[in-house]
């Protein structure tokens, strides 16, 4: 099997990579996610700060009262050969090293600061820290902000619960080892580090009890009951740990000899005499990174299902969105035309039912048409009082002998030339529905998305032929109302003339009509015979419009819409074609970022398999 310091060192190695390129989340479990951490979980004060400074053996974590972690920090520790120097590296910094660790601490005050200013705020972005040691262990931990019961000055009334979720945040991840940090001097009861343990690892799987202060317990008691598992019992032992006492920490005494110092304390003393061989800082950094390797070994085959499941989905993605494309001329005008077809496809896939937005234009024929053409103001212009100011003027001097012939021709005429505006305005509708299937098809098209400017250049070839269409339109629908003005259907008024005209009954005995009464009906009669053709020809072009719009419009948007443009295409350089296919930048760092993913899960699947078989 791998050595310890291989397996872990490869899972360290794994997770720095995944925080280079921001691979905490997403749908489902992000490998970072898969990857066992351990996190450090205890309220302020308890002796977090101490507990990881003993487990690193230097002096580097910012102290202070109230909240002095305000931002998570993944420290990752590599054991190095002895006699190496020691050394500290920051991701936001990775050219820089730091041997001195008060500067580390100083970073640390830093880049909190960056985020959160200086302020008591808190941020879930995490501070990524690897320091490289003989006196180490390979192990990662998360220091996380400590847990609190009150707001102070400075801080929002939610930031108790806002530290609780950030810590929530890490423990219930089913591969968070979680390292539970009390005070030996307070009921364990009331530890607030056991109480979020207990919640999200009610078997204490995940759980490692740490019990800090046990040299400042108050004389005559101890804390033996809780490290041998009587006061509350969990799956691994208890691990007392003895802090450097503040003196100490003023005195700038060496972690080394506080280790020393550690040691001999429980190796004297009465009450922890016993256990001295599974107690102190540097039993408890053993005791986790046996356990993150044992872990690890276990989570193995479910780690590289992951990676795989990861790599499938990433290849699925970059197929959708596009491979690079070639660079010769030949290739970008096929990839221009192949994606104008794409387009095309979408477009004809609305307009013929197999997407929606189509069924508007027939709405225009079926609706609108018939409403504009109902709303014409026949009734005014057919009016009796018209119709005889009409006649009258027709034949100027002389007056008509029969039939007004020429006032029937002005009243039709007047009456056709209403047409125009429903004939126009079916052709405008028809234009505006084809213009936003053109929107609604781009939009749609997969294959563009990585293309704005071929997109927009698509656009708008499309836009001007349907320009094109819809003044050819116009001109053929009122040519077709012209010909019914042109050419006025005889049969109609000739069959209106052979009808007898039925007469009318004389109720109570009233006088015949007098002369204006006659010439009242005479002109109501010609109104009632116009109206008639009127009708006679609306209904005609109620039929006759729709075909004439489809056949310009729609029809030639189907066969012709991209013609134009595929000819100025196949006429533009090389240089031009590129630029065509200029592509999104976001879209760009995209894909540069899945092809940077795709490789760490490649080569992380491949350490793998070289380090854990062996």
């Known amino acids: 099997m791998a050595t310890m310091k291989s397996l872990i060192g490869l899972i360290n190695k794994i997770q720095r990579a995944c925080t280079v390129l921001g691979d ?186 740490v019990a800090t202060k046990l040299d400042i317990m108050d004389k005559g008691t101890d804390c033996l009951d809780v490290l041998e598992g009587r006061s509350y019992r969990l799956q691994h032992p208890w691990v007392g740990i003895v802090n450097r006492s503040q003196a100490d920490i003023n005195k700038r005494v060496d972690m080394i000899a506080a280790r020393r110092k550690e040691r001999e304390y429980f190796e004297t003393s009465p009450e922890y005499g016993h256990l001295a061989s599974r107690m102190g800082s540097e039993y408890l950094a053993k005791l986790l990174s046996q356990h993150l390797e044992t872990v690890i070994r276990q989570k193995i085959p479910s780690i590289v299902a992951l990676i795989n499941k990861s790599i499938d989905e990433i290849n699925a993605e970059l197929d959708r969105i596009g491979r690079p494309i070639a660079v010769d001329s030949g290739a970008q005008l096929y990839t221009i035309l192949e994606l104008c077809r794409a387009f095309d496809r979408v477009f004809k896939e609305h307009l013929d039912g197999g997407r929606p937005g189509g069924d508007r234009i027939y709405g225009v024929f079926d609706h609108q048409l018939p409403a504009a053409l109902k709303k014409l103001p026949f009734d005014r212009h057919l009016s009796t009082k018209n119709v005889q100011k009409v006649v009258s003027e027709a034949d100027g001097y002389q007056p008509h002998l029969i039939a007004p012939e020429q006032g029937y021709r002005r009243l039709i005429d007047g009456s056709i030339s209403y047409f125009k505006g429903p004939a126009e305005a079916t052709v405008d509708a028809v234009h505006f529905v084809l213009k936003e299937l053109v929107r609604k ?52 008024f000739r069959k209106l003339h052979l009808e007898p005209e039925k007469e009318k009954p004389n109720p109570r005995n009233a006088p015949q009509p007098n002369a204006d009464l006659y010439s009242d009906n005479h002109f109501r009669k010609i109104g009632s015979n116009v109206s008639a053709y009127i009708n006679m020809v609306c209904d005609t072009l109620r039929n006759s419009l729709p075909k004439a719009v489809v056949y310009c419009q729609v029809r030639e948007a189907k066969r012709s819409l991209l013609n134009f443009f595929y000819a100025q295409v196949g006429r533009k350089e090389k240089e031009k074609l590129g630029n065509m296919l200029d592509e999104d930048p976001q879209l760009m760092e995209r894909r540069g970022t899945l092809a940077k993913r795709l490789e760490l899960y490649k080569q992380a699947r491949d350490d793998i398999d070289a380090v854990a078989w062996k």
């Open 24 to 209: 905490h989340g997403g749908e489902g479990m992000s490998l970072w996610e898969a990857l066992p951490t351990v996190a450090v979980v205890g309220g302020q004060s308890s002796g977090k700060s101490s507990v990881l400074e003993s487990v690193v053996g230097r002096d580097f974590l910012p102290r202070g009262s109230g909240i002095v972690t305000r931002r998570p920090l993944v420290l990752q520790l590599h054991k190095t050969e002895d006699g190496t120097t020691e050394y500290a590296e920051f991701l936001h910094a990775p050219k820089k090293r730091f041997a001195d660790f008060a500067a580390v601490r100083k970073e640390i005050e830093d880049e909190t600061d960056r985020i959160t200013g200086k302020s008591k705020q808190i941020s879930n972005i995490p501070i990524q820290l690897s320091i490289y040691s003989p006196n180490v262990v390979n192990l990662t931990l998360i220091d996380l902000p400590g847990l609190t019961k009150v707001a102070v000055d400075g801080q929002p009334e939610s930031i108790v619960q806002d530290i609780e979720n950030m810590v929530r945040s890490y423990v219930e991840k089913p591969n968070c080892i979680i390292l539970a940090i009390s005070p030996a001097n307070q009921d364990i009861a009331t530890s607030d580090a056991i109480k979020l343990a207990r919640e999200v690892d009610p078997t204490g799987e995940r759980t490692f009890g």
């Open 441 to 492: 098809s781009i939009s749609e098209t997969e294959e563009l998305k990585r293309f704005p400017t071929l997109a927009s250049d698509i656009a708008a070839a499309a836009n001007e032929a349907l320009e094109r269409f819809r003044d050819e339109s116009r001109k053929t629908v009122l040519r077709l109302v012209d010909m019914e003005s042109s050419y006025l259907t005889v049969e109609f």
